[in-house]
């Protein structure tokens, strides 16, 4: 069964860091862009980053360019999320997902873990 | 930036009825459009994809159409499940997603 489990959120004052995981398992996931979204309380869903399924092609919104860097090992079937210069609008709960071929919708979803920025 | 606009952001229906969505984008995506489906507490789910392709295990009372700029997602009959929030996101360039349609009980 595929599955994607989010883990590293927490609650941090505003210009901090963290990082995200995102743990996949029951697929190749060397043989899939990922992606990760996220969704502040009671909004709706934001584009956050996409990266291929080499880890070549990045893509990042706007709102997190230059701040956020997504990355993957594809040996330990991990995507993660860096992100530094927290600002108290990325808090959010932040999901990891596959992306459908080529570059297209996002077919499963994992569960999100919660990012709070606030001082 | 492709913007996608939903309408109604609230609709209220009843079970049985046959209920329409609407997603708008700015420029012309061909049909490089998904809709998901998102019920409180829980994870969106893939609905359908290139604009009328419903993914696996969908039923089929979702059903989707269009093309370019206008879009639309249908729902036979609803059921009492299908109460929840309704996102559509473009994928032509980069990827937004539009501000969502609830579909509560009437």
């Known amino acids: 069964e595929v599955h994607l489990v989010e883990s590293g959120g927490d609650l941090l004052q505003p210009g901090g860091s963290l990082r995200l995981s995102c743990a996949a398992s029951?697929?190749?996931?060397?043989?899939?862009?990922m992606t990760w979204v996220r969704q502040a309380p009671g909004k709706g869903l934001e584009w956050v980053s996409t990266i291929s399924a080499s880890g070549i092609s990045i893509f990042y919104a706007d709102s997190v360019k230059g701040r956020f860097t997504i990355s993957r090992d594809n040996s330990k079937n991990t995507l993660y999320l860096q992100m530094n210069t927290l600002r108290a609008e990325d808090t959010a709960l932040y999901y990891c997902?596959?992306?459908?071929?080529?570059?297209?919708?996002?077919?499963?979803w994992g569960q999100g873990t919660m990012v709070t920025v606030s001082s | 930036d492709i913007q996608m606009t939903q309408s109604p952001s609230t609709l209220s229906a009843s079970v049985g009825d046959r209920v329409t969505l609407t997603c708008r984008a700015s420029?012309?995506?061909?049909?490089?459009l998904a809709w998901y489906q998102q019920k409180p507490g829980k994870a969106p789910n893939l609905l359908i994809y290139?604009?009328?392709t419903l993914e696996n295990g969908v039923p089929s009372r979702f059903s989707g159409s269009g093309s370019g700029t206008e879009f639309t997602l249908t729902i036979g009959s609803l059921q009492p499940e299908d109460f929840a929030t309704y996102y559509c996101?473009?994928?032509?360039?980069?990827?937004?997603f539009g501000l969502g349609t609830k579909v509560e009980m009437k």
């Open positions: 997902a596959t992306v459908g071929p080529p570059l297209g919708a996002f077919d499963i």
């Open positions: 420029q012309n995506i061909s049909t490089w």
């Open positions: 029951g697929f190749t996931f060397s043989n899939y862009a």
């Open positions: 290139k604009a009328s």
């Open positions: 996101q473009q994928y032509n360039s980069y990827w937004t």
